[in-house]
């Protein structure tokens, strides 16, 4: 059974940078079949997709956050993170990561997010 | 963007109630749309995919219906379990984008 885990602080300062990896378990990150992306909520709001990747390292960004943003992978460890530089209190959110299942019918790519980690909750504060 | 709308965004309803959650998008999305349960605290759970597909696990009382810009999610008699916060999500443009959730109350 495939179970994602998001790990890193809790706390980050207002212009530093929000770094969080999720650590994949009971499959390969490396499968063709999937990409890896992040989501966030802040609290007492909705779900706001930040980006995603495949283990290629080919990326796509929420273009809203994309100046800020890298997601990287690393295979050897089942892993791929997130880096959000120059935060505000705006950013406080649980982030979630997700596999993100990507299916291309007719030109279009069908895609979910299926399983999700439980959430990490990150708070920008001095 | 594509701007996912839900409605009503609060329901109350009773165990045994049939339940509908209405998803309209702001520009036609074909079949891209997909449906999630979210319990407080907890990570949301992925219900339905391509618009009416049930996932695997997921109880047959949920069902999933439309296409283009018009949505629906329907509960067919309501658990104690299903008591919730469900949102819509296109992935019709690789901006991919939530509904607002629509919070789903005891009455």
């Known amino acids: 059974q495939l179970q994602l885990q998001e790990s890193g602080p809790g706390l980050v300062k207002p212009s530093e940078t929000l770094s969080l990896t999720c650590t994949v378990s009971?499959?390969?990150?490396?499968?063709?079949?999937?990409?890896w992306g992040w989501i966030r909520q802040p609290p007492g709001k909705g779900l706001e997709w930040i980006g995603s990747?495949?283990?290629?390292?080919?990326?796509y960004y929420n273009p809203s956050l994309k100046s800020r943003v890298t997601i990287s992978v690393d295979t050897s460890k089942n892993q791929f993170s997130l880096k959000l530089s120059s935060v505000t209190a705006a950013d406080t959110a649980v982030y979630y990561c997700?596999?993100?299942?990507?299916?291309?019918?007719?030109?279009?790519?069908?895609?979910?997010?299926?399983?999700w980690g439980q959430g990490t909750l990150v708070t920008v504060s001095s | 963007d594509i701007q996912m709308t839900q409605s009503p965004s609060s329901l109350s309803a009773s165990v045994g109630d049939r339940v509908t959650i209405t998803c309209r998008a702001s520009?036609?999305?074909?079949?891209?749309l997909n449906w999630y349960q979210q319990k407080p605290g907890k990570a949301p759970k992925l219900l339905i995919y391509?618009?009416?597909s049930l996932q695997s696990g997921v109880p047959s009382r949920f069902s999933g219906s439309g296409s283009g810009t018009d949505f629906t999610l329907t509960i067919s008699s309501l658990q104690p379990e299903d008591f919730a916060t469900y949102y819509c999500?296109?992935?019709?443009?690789?901006?991919?984008?939530f509904g607002q959730g629509t919070k789903l109350e005891i009455k």
């Open positions: 520009q036609s999305i074909s079949s891209y």
């Open positions: 990747i495949y283990y290629s390292g080919s990326t």
């Open positions: 997700a596999r993100h299942v990507v299916i291309a019918v007719a030109g279009q790519d069908l895609a979910w997010f299926d399983p």
């Open positions: 391509a618009a009416s």
């Open positions: 009971g499959g390969s990150i490396s499968s063709s079949s999937y990409y």
């Open positions: 999500q296109q992935s019709y443009s690789t901006l991919h984008t």
